[in-house]
């Protein structure tokens, strides 16, 4: 019996490697942190440790520790091939990269002109000087590495043990959900909490669904980028409650950046367009772009690196 709850198919069961994976997660992220700390303490003094720690280490960090793990338990513990946790480089991945990344500008750009249609917010200014693209360059490698730490442990390698542990969609459910409530904990989640989880989670879906259409995780990699990059400094939005520079647009709308008033359930106020209904909008014509992709068969050629449960071709239920 004992058995049974603890392994499957000679394995340690899928739900029980995500805590594994999770717990491995935190320490290594602990463990890198504490040493760069170490580092910055010894030559600029105890105080400087993390607050003049340059952001691109933290992601940098982040990103190894997330992937370096998956990767890991991926082989020893999961005895599974590395290429299922979607980064495989035997697919077409410039091409799902760069199709991601313009699926993800779309929609934000479609949520801006809707709010300019709607009077609720104006563009001051466009600034494309060298100052302004060489900030903009910085951040856009700040905002990629920040989008694969947070797609390899949900998109990756939890969605990959739960979907062998219960099916896809209880899968892709369950990690969205989860992408929700991480978020819980950032500035103006509260203004609207029940529009914000239902925008975050739908978004998960989103990625989850090209998961399984593209059979890899690029996609979802270059949309979750370039949402993030166009929604904060180049159109001058929150991003999920953060404020970012915006060095492209200067966006004046004071519904857009405010959380008083009926129309930041629109926008989504200080939190941002996740925060509000026109986001919802958005990502529905993304889906409904993919779905269109799908159908016409833009994906039907790429090969498939997935493991058997994934593929259709073992019960995922089996124990």
Not at 133 to 160: H, K, N, S, V
Not at 280 to 290: D, I, R
Request: charged share 10%; glycine share 10%; with cysteine.
């Amino acid at each position: 019996m004992l058995e049974r709850i603890v392994l499957k198919d000679g394995r340690l069961r899928p739900i029980l490697r995500v805590f594994v994976y999770t717990i491995g997660v935190l320490f290594v992220w602990l463990l890198v942190a504490v040493t760069i700390g170490n580092v910055f303490a010894l030559f600029k003094g105890p105080a400087a440790a993390f607050i003049e720690t340059p952001g691109w280490i933290i992601y940098v960090a982040l990103d190894v520790s997330t992937i370096g793990v998956a990767v890991l338990l991926r082989t020893s513990l999961d005895r599974r091939s590395v290429d299922s946790l979607g980064l495989t480089l035997r697919t077409c991945w410039l091409r799902l990269l760069l199709l991601g990344i313009a699926l993800g500008a779309g929609m934000q750009l479609l949520i801006f002109a809707v709010e300019l249609v709607a009077g609720v917010t104006q563009v001051a200014g466009i600034s494309l000087t060298g100052k302004s693209l060489g900030d903009l360059a910085g951040l856009a490698a700040l905002l990629f590495a920040a989008a694969i730490a947070e797609e390899m442990p949900l998109r990756g390698y939890t969605l990959q043990n739960l979907w062998e542990e219960a099916g896809f969609w209880p899968a892709a459910i369950a990690t969205s959900l989860l992408f929700a409530f991480i978020h819980i904990g950032n500035p103006h989640f509260g203004d609207h909490p029940w529009i914000t989880a239902v925008n975050i989670a739908a978004d998960g879906m989103w990625a989850c669904v090209s998961v399984l259409w593209t059979r890899s995780l690029w996609l979802a990699w270059g949309q979750h980028f370039a949402w993030n990059l166009f929604e904060g400094p180049i159109l001058g939005a929150p991003v999920s409650g953060n404020s970012f520079p915006s060095v492209v647009v200067q966006n004046t709308g004071a519904a857009t950046i405010s959380s008083q008033g009926p129309l930041s359930v629109l926008t989504g106020g200080a939190f941002g367009p996740e925060g509000g209904l026109i986001s919802l909008l958005a990502l529905v014509v993304g889906l409904a772009t993919l779905f269109w992709l799908y159908r016409r068969g833009a994906f039907s050629q790429l090969p498939d690196t997935r493991e058997a449960y994934a593929g259709g071709r073992i019960s995922s239920t089996a124990t």
